[in-house]
């Protein structure tokens, strides 16, 4: 099992620009979310799902765009990238039922200037 | 959503047990109780968690107190690689919201 798998592992991007960071595990896990970690912060919910088809906003959805095609892939967007978006993302999954456990991916260390 | 407040940072000296306290006051009586840690900036890895009962495993022991408002998470013997940001966080065991909310956490640093 590969687990969580972000990619890209770091990006650059300018003020304005749009991007996706890419989410995918093979744990058939129904709960995947993302995360933001700024610096000497703890980590703050972006958006979460529960499965195929079904998202939801957590604590800082603004300026992100998620959707939960399949299983496996849990993708978030960037519209048009600010530079308070400057940011270390993780992605997590889990399955839905009580007492398990969340796995985190690697992140994404995003810089926008 | 249950929220958790844990100390900011937290000495240990190597070999001795580490005692991190995690206050959950607001838990309700289906929600589960989760440690994880940050060592620098990988990704958050899990300890151990636990819904009324203590828990022990490799890694570490699970203490909750009998009302269920705190816990405290022990690392027997502490060495320097236990260095690392910990977050406490609860989690419905049933079907429902599954915002998992991480606080700040404890910054425990293990000295030699």
């Known amino acids: 099992n590969a687990g969580v798998t972000q990619t890209p592992k770091f990006q650059v991007l300018k003020t304005g620009q749009s991007m996706t960071l890419q989410c995918a595990q093979d744990?058939?896990?129904?709960?995947m979310s993302w995360y933001r970690q700024d610096p000497g912060m703890g980590l703050r919910l972006i958006h979460y799902?529960?499965?195929?088809?079904?998202?939801d906003q957590g604590e800082v959805p603004n300026g992100y765009n998620v959707s939960r095609s399949t299983t496996e892939d849990f993708p978030l967007r960037l519209l048009s990238a600010a530079p308070s978006q400057t940011s270390v993302y993780f992605c997590?999954?889990?399955?839905?039922?009580?007492?398990?456990?969340?796995?985190f991916g690697n992140g994404t260390r995003l810089t926008v200037t | 959503d249950a929220k958790t407040t844990q100390p900011t940072s937290m000495d240990c000296a190597e070999g001795r047990a580490a005692n991190l306290p995690c206050n959950h006051s607001?838990?309700?009586?289906?929600?589960?109780v989760y440690w994880y840690r940050q060592i620098h900036s990988q990704g958050p890895q899990y300890i151990i968690h636990?819904?009324?009962n203590n828990e022990t495993n490799e890694m570490a022991s699970l203490i909750i107190t009998e009302d269920r408002k705190s816990s405290t998470l022990i690392l027997p013997h502490a060495t320097l690689r236990d260095t690392a940001v910990y977050y406490c966080?609860?989690?419905?065991?049933?079907?429902?919201?599954?915002?998992?909310?991480f606080g700040t956490g404890t910054r425990l640093k293990v000295l030699a």
């Open positions: 997590a999954s889990s399955y839905s039922r009580g007492g398990s456990p969340l796995h």
């Open positions: 744990m058939n896990h129904e709960y």
């Open positions: 799902s529960v499965g195929a088809g079904i998202t």
């Open positions: 607001t838990i309700s009586g289906n929600e589960y």
């Open positions: 636990g819904l009324k």
């Open positions: 966080i609860v989690r419905p065991s049933t079907s429902g919201t599954y915002k998992y909310i």
